[in-house]
């Protein structure tokens, strides 16, 4: 396999949808591939001449080129479903990506990775995402509007992400992550507990906040970790509220992945009940930091008037 005969971009070397089905091709091996192994056996597979392969760009010399662009492929292939990450940094072949790669090999292109299922879904989240108010950007700092939409932008499309990997976890790591997102958003309070009802026979909660050491104050949690297409609808919150009524609850917060429908949302108002979906779920995961990290940070200047007023000179 050649890189000439694959698409070239900008330097003469494969463009990013280029080494797409390279990618697939070195990971149909079915192994477990790091993610920076993956990349040096593409650039192997295809022969780049050193000269290209160390390419970076002129702004930004720490970044090559070539490695950046087989990473934009393994990402959108992980996005569309092609690709799993079965770990942090670990990549492996799909079923549906060895059926892509069987039926069109070396003709896999980007149109076709981005008519997948998965990666339709992933882009009309983000659209929703787009078109939603942020959740955590002080009114009073007065931000230029191109940066703060880039910073909407690409927290967007981190919290994408974040759903996507909640999804492929199992119901007991959203049960806990739903708690530790609770309490860390101070629902436990100073000396409350936190408490994940077994998995089995919990009777409609699981999980208790006590937000005091008597627990006269309790939240009780329903998480439900569902696929997008499966909407909450309002039998479900009647369920939560009966289960609550059970115990002579007056709170409660049902928590899911996918979203919730007009009865439902109506139901939950009627009986006090706290909705929050999946996009809800992880804006607040990104604005109390938990399942991310701050990558880096910023300072925006604006001139000291009182510097430059006469009457302080």
């Given amino acids: 396999m050649n890189y000439k005969n694959l698409k070239l ?35 192997a597979q295809i022969k780049l001449p050193d000269k290209l392969e160390n390419l970076s760009y002129p702004k930004y010399p720490d970044d090559k080129v070539a490695d950046n662009r087989i ?5 959108d292939l992980y996005i569309a479903g092609l690709l799993a990450r079965p770990k942090r940094g670990i990549y492996k072949i799909t079923d549906r990506g060895r059926q892509l790669l069987d039926n069109l090999g070396l003709k896999l292109t980007q149109k076709d990775v981005h008519a997948e299922p998965a990666y339709i879904e992933h882009v009309e989240e ?15 700092i007065d931000i230029p509007r191109e940066i703060a939409n880039q910073v909407t932008d690409f927290n967007n ?21 739903v708690t530790k997102l609770l309490e860390v958003m101070n629902y436990k309070g100073s000396n409350g507990t936190v408490k994940i009802t077994p998995l089995t026979n919990d009777g409609g909660i699981d999980g208790i906040i006590n937000q005091d050491p008597l627990g006269t104050q309790t939240v009780y949690i329903q998480a439900k970790r569902y696929a997008n297409t499966n ?11 009966g289960a609550l009524s059970q115990i002579h609850a007056d709170r409660g917060v049902f928590i899911t992945t996918s979203s919730f429908s007009a009865g439902a949302i109506e139901a939950a108002k009627s009986f006090s009940i706290v909705l929050i979906d999946g996009i809800k779920l992880t804006d607040l995961m990104l604005q109390y ?20 007023d006469p009457d302080t000179l």
């Fill in 231 to 241: 909407v909450v609808q309002r039998p479900a919150i009647q369920a939560f509220f």
């Fill in 289 to 308: 930091h938990v399942g991310v990290q701050v990558k880096q940070n910023f300072q925006i200047f604006e001139v000291d008037e009182d510097f430059f």
């Fill in 71 to 75: 990473a934009w492929a393994i990402s």
């Fill in 157 to 177: 499309t981190i919290a994408t992400d974040l759903h996507k990997r909640i999804l492929e976890s199992d119901p007991a790591f959203f049960e806990s992550l």
């Fill in 126 to 140: 983000l659209k929703k995402r787009n078109t939603s108010e942020p959740t955590d950007m002080p009114e009073e």
């Fill in 9 to 43: 971009g900008k330097y003469g070397i494969p463009s990013w949808d280029g080494f797409i089905p390279v990618v697939l091709k070195v990971a149909n091996d079915g192994n477990d591939w790091k993610s920076k192994d993956l990349r040096a056996e593409v650039l």
